[in-house]
């Protein structure tokens, strides 16, 4: 007699044969709705993050260069405003003061922001995702509208003796309060915490199958706010121009009645013998940034009441009196990070560590970008708006490279892949139907199941085919950075041009699944170097074998299929993954700072001698994170 197991598949098959196309559409829009929202809360922050990032720039070497005529007042004389206000900052004097500021804002925000990464990683499974997330974008709404409000002196506004009202700080406690405000942003996690906070939402609502490309379509939201925030934000700048001045007398409406009129904005004076007049341009509309800071704020109200929580809800549920299975306290961001010791032969497992240092290797790519940018403009005379191209090159490129090339890759990959024994009989198709299986179908339930534990075994096997075909797409990209890097400091050297550097920015973009690749590898040899009840990759590797701890589907009743063993192995999983995104947010962020000072003293050194050679190291971080990569093994 045919059991009820047994005929379940095909009624199961039958009625999705049933269904209509608009059901079956619909059913598809369900079971991915919740990757949906949350990619659409990730690109609504990346819109507004990366429109703002120009305005904030710019807005900083504004104070910057007030404070610095309001340290040196005798060179006021010297400031000429024909053709704008821009040229008195111009002066290599006041370029190096500002340079000095930069440097001292961005150390402050990303030394301060990566420990405070550390902190907050370890609270994402404790206060939950959403309330770490918000806080990060928090830390991002307050910078932006404290640049927004903060008073810009002379010669871009008023000097400290002729302004009026409360803020009358001075040019020098002006830019006091922005260091103030920076410690401030930074200890609310900068956008570390919430790049970190979206990448673990992603994890908790993709199985293992879905994985790599749920990572590539949130590197797609990114994209999208890279390419289209700074034309959003200048758009609104260009068509609603607002000044601080004028933002603040429309807040003040209480205060003037009918019979006292309103004090118009602040108009530069006539100029005398002894300060010349500012013109006011561009630097007083603070519209981007006011735009930045409501969009911010909008975004924070959608994950209150848009996205679910999706950590664990018994945040205890690995703490249990069985001494094989870890304590929370055991998965913190900085401890995953040291070689564990396996208990089948004592060695250390370093996988995690070579991870970590895979992804500080490659991510060198994003400070040789900018450093390029700043050579453009030294040598070729590169202007604002051969920077907006360069930036849409790296948009249009990326967004080219994982809409077409990585999936073609991605696709040979797989055919060529070698694949563990156990699958080598079985069609691509077959596997994604295994791996996308539900922990239900897969969880055997008593000894008789055979059927259910042979699944159970060939999930595991494929998690460690999809983890091989990950790092060979990682390993595909490093290499083409390596030599696309190495032909962009042959052409800085030999037959430097315009049309070469936008070449070699543009073929950078062709690796970009290399971070999504490393990443789903990583989430794998987390969870399995943490070592839970049951080992998801097999330490044999001759024999190909391995069992999978199931990964949880959003909203599934696990307490209902699989009891309170699954429970805890989705309450670990979750854990670990939050712990491991926290890692590599800190990894980034400590990347950024280092190879900016290493990268900027090579560029400041050697721009007239030798200007090849700060790509030259960018070829050689490449190939070192290619050498990192190829020493990774997915088993144990």
């Known amino acids: 007699m045919t059991s009820q197991e047994e005929r379940q598949p095909l009624l199961g098959e039958r009625g999705a044969a049933g269904k209509s196309r608009w059901a079956q559409a619909v059913d598809s829009l369900q079971a991915e709705w919740p990757l949906i929202r949350t990619l659409l809360v990730a690109t609504t922050f990346f819109l507004f993050y990366y429109g703002k990032q120009g305005f904030e720039m710019t807005a900083t070497r504004d104070l910057a260069c007030a404070a610095y005529y309001g340290l040196h007042p005798d060179e006021v004389q010297t400031i000429t405003f024909e053709g704008g206000n821009t040229k008195a900052c111009s002066p290599s004097s006041v370029e190096s003061f500002t340079a000095q500021v930069t440097f001292v804002a961005d150390i402050l925000s990303t030394g301060i922001g990566s420990m405070a990464v550390i902190f907050y990683g370890s609270k994402l499974s404790k206060w939950g995702r959403r309330p770490v997330l918000m806080i990060g974008i928090l830390s991002e709404t307050l910078i932006s509208f404290a640049l927004a409000m903060l008073p810009k002196f002379y010669p871009f506004g008023p000097t400290a003796q002729t302004a009026s009202g409360s803020w009358r700080l001075g040019p020098l406690l002006s830019l006091a309060t922005l260091f103030a405000m920076t410690v401030f942003y930074a200890m609310l996690g900068t956008e570390l915490v919430v790049i970190s906070a979206i990448r673990v939402l992603v994890t908790d609502v993709s199985s293992a199958a879905v994985r790599t490309r749920n990572y590539l379509f949130l590197t797609i939201s990114i994209l999208v706010g890279l390419t289209f925030g700074p034309l959003l934000l200048s758009l609104c700048a260009e068509l609603y121009p607002i000044s601080r001045t004028g933002f603040l007398a429309s807040l003040d409406w209480r205060r003037h009645g009918p019979e006292t009129p309103r004090q118009p904005p602040y108009s530069p004076r006539p100029p005398t013998d002894q300060v010349p007049a500012p013109v006011l341009t561009e630097h007083s509309n603070v519209t981007a940034l006011l735009v930045a800071t409501a969009g911010m704020m909008a975004t924070i109200i959608t994950v209150a009441f848009l996205l679910p929580e999706t950590a664990p809800r018994n945040a205890e549920a690995l703490s249990d009196d069985n001494d094989q299975k870890r304590k929370p306290s055991d998965i913190s961001t900085l401890s995953i990070i040291l070689p564990r010791r396996r208990p089948s032969d004592g060695l250390l497992d370093w996988r995690i560590t070579r991870v970590a240092l895979t992804e500080a290797l490659a991510n060198t790519s994003i400070v040789g970008l900018s450093t390029l940018a700043q050579y453009g403009s030294y040598r070729l005379g590169w202007t604002g708006e051969n920077i907006s191209l360069l930036v849409s090159i790296v948009g249009v490129g990326r967004g080219l490279a994982l809409a077409i090339v990585v999936p073609a890759i991605f696709y040979v990959l797989e ?148 009891g309170g063993e699954a429970e805890r192995e989705e309450a670990f999983h979750k854990r670990a993954t939050a712990a491991f995104f926290a890692l590599i947010s800190l990894v980034d962020g400590l990347t950024m700072t280092l190879s900016k000072i290493l990268t900027t003293a090579v560029y400041v050194e050697t721009l007239d001698s030798v200007p090849w050679l700060p790509f030259f190291l960018f070829a050689i971080f490449q190939a070192a994170a290619l050498l990192c990569v190829s020493t990774i093994q997915v088993h144990r």
């Open 415 to 562: 055919r060529y892949t070698r694949k563990p024994a156990g699958l080598r009989h079985l069609t691509n198709g077959e596997i994604k139907r295994i791996a996308n299986s539900t922990p239900a179908e897969t969880a055997p339930e008593g000894d008789d199941d055979e059927d259910a534990d042979e699944l159970h075994h060939l999930k595991g096997l494929v998690s460690l085919w999809k983890a091989r075909v990950d790092l060979a797409l990682a390993k595909f990209s490093y290499l083409l950075d390596s030599l696309v890097w190495l032909f962009i400091s042959l052409a800085t050297s030999q037959f430097l041009s315009t049309t070469a550097l936008y070449t070699g920015i543009f073929l950078l973009q062709m690796g970009a699944g290399a971070q999504a690749a490393l990443h789903s590898v990583g989430v794998t040899v987390t969870v399995d170097a943490l070592g839970y009840t049951t080992p998801l990759l097999s330490s044999s590797s001759s024999s190909d074998s391995a069992a999978s701890v199931p990964d949880p589907l959003p909203g599934q009743d696990l307490n209902a299929t699989a």
